[in-house]
């Protein structure tokens, strides 16, 4: 079911595998939860509301689309059942953005977010993470170990359009996947091990382990040159251990690396590491 409207009162239900809600005319930013309001004038909007949301029910619930003008703005918290598909897309027109208010968090199993910019920094809940930026940074928070996966048919996280920038920040938990990460430089900060081994294609890498309360490693795999990024990679606190294999490329750092042991694979490029990293 999809539905293309720039005005939504959902007083009764909508059901089926994948549900979809657009805006009709480009323009409108397109709100999700509490607070979610239909506006005319300066400043348009189509609301749906966290009442409304609960009058679907789908495996996959899809808002916005990647054509129409108008960002996307989640104004309350927005949880949905086990096994369940979350979708929220935009458009490069006019920088259309992902962004969340403060508490707005996401609570599902699966995240699909596709747009000019993404940025959910609140402590969101999210098993599976995938997503596409046009142009522009990718940011985002998860209070959960967080799997980088595919969902709605988006398989990992690119931002390789202008070649900018991922950041990924869990607080409970450690990072993982075999999907790939492309753009430029990779941030990553982890309460648990960081193990990205899939076809990733970043120029940078940074990581940051210290805040988890047991040995926690990084792991990680690309597919071209790779520097290891001013903040280096941290896995000292608690002695984890660094793994990192190139493909194609070479390796070279502007940031140290510290840890119990680092190992290094380039099957076919230069490895260079003169800052003073701590083993």
């Not at 409207?5 to 509490?34: A, F, K, M, W």
């Not at 960002?71 to 259309?96: C, D, E, M």
């Amino acid at each position: 079911i999809n539905v293309k409207t720039d005005q939504l009162s959902l007083i009764g239900t909508l059901s089926g595998s994948t549900v979809g809600i657009t805006r009709y005319n480009g323009g409108p930013e397109l709100q999700l939860g509490v607070g979610a309001t239909d506006a005319t004038g300066a400043t348009p909007s189509l609301g749906i509301t966290d009442t409304e949301l609960s009058n679907i029910t789908a495996t996959t619930y899809r808002f916005g689309d990647t054509v129409s003008e108008g960002g996307l703005r989640l104004t309350g918290p927005i949880s949905l059942g086990a096994g369940k598909t979350l979708s929220l897309l935009t458009s490069t027109v006019n920088s259309s953005q992902i962004v969340q208010n403060t508490g707005a968090t996401i609570t599902a199993d699966y995240l699909r977010t596709e747009g000019t910019a993404v940025t959910l920094t609140e402590t969101n809940m999210v098993g599976t993470l995938a997503g596409k930026t046009k142009g522009q940074a990718f940011s985002f928070k998860n209070g959960q170990a967080l799997t980088i996966g595919t969902a709605d048919g988006q398989a990992g996280v690119d931002a390789s359009q202008s070649t900018q920038n991922v950041t990924l920040l869990t607080t409970g938990g450690g990072i993982s996947g075999t999907d790939p990460i492309k753009g430029g430089v990779l941030d990553i900060t982890a309460a648990g091990n960081a193990s990205l081994m899939g076809a990733n294609a970043v120029t940078g890498f940074k990581a940051d382990v210290s805040s988890s309360t047991v040995k926690s490693d990084v792991f990680f795999k690309n597919t071209q040159s790779l520097n290891i990024a001013a903040g280096g990679i941290n896995s000292y606190t608690l002695l984890g251990d660094v793994g990192l294999w190139l493909t194609s490329g070479d390796l070279t750092q502007s940031g140290l690396v510290s840890g119990n042991s680092l190992v290094v694979r380039a099957d076919q490029g230069n490895v260079t590491l003169t800052q003073p990293n701590a083993f």
